[in-house]
């Protein structure tokens, strides 16, 4: 599976972005799905995941109660909802598919939050 992240952009302390990360080559359903960020000179980290049913939901401390993670299997793409956005939350962020323990990254999406 092929995957692409959008919706990033720059947004002021305090405001609000939705990313989407939809697929190609395969439909996302049967994979859980997790978004990660790398901010510049810093590695890459785990922001949140949700499983395959969209029951379990995981968040990095850093985020929660901020972002949400959800999934629409009928529309095959998953999103992550991002409020109350900090400066620290500049990075790009990637959406990953996994299944059987095999990864899958995309290219990410870029968010850049003024301050």
């Known amino acids: 599976v092929q995957l692409q992240a959008s919706g990033g952009g720059l947004v002021q302390t305090g405001g609000s972005l939705r990313l989407s990360c939809a697929p190609s080559g395969d439909t996302l359903s049967s994979y859980a799905v997790g978004w990660f960020r790398q901010a510049p000179g810093k590695e890459r980290e785990f922001v949140a995941s949700i499983i395959w049913s969209g029951t379990r939901t995981r968040y990095a401390d850093s985020v929660k109660g901020r972002f949400v993670i959800s999934r629409d299997n009928n529309k095959d793409a998953s999103y992550l909802q991002m409020k109350s956005l900090k400066p620290e939350d500049t990075a790009v962020y990637y959406c990953?598919?996994?299944?059987?323990?095999?990864?899958?990254w995309g290219q990410g999406t870029l968010v850049t939050v003024s301050s």
């Open positions: 990953n598919a996994e299944v059987m323990g095999v990864h899958y």
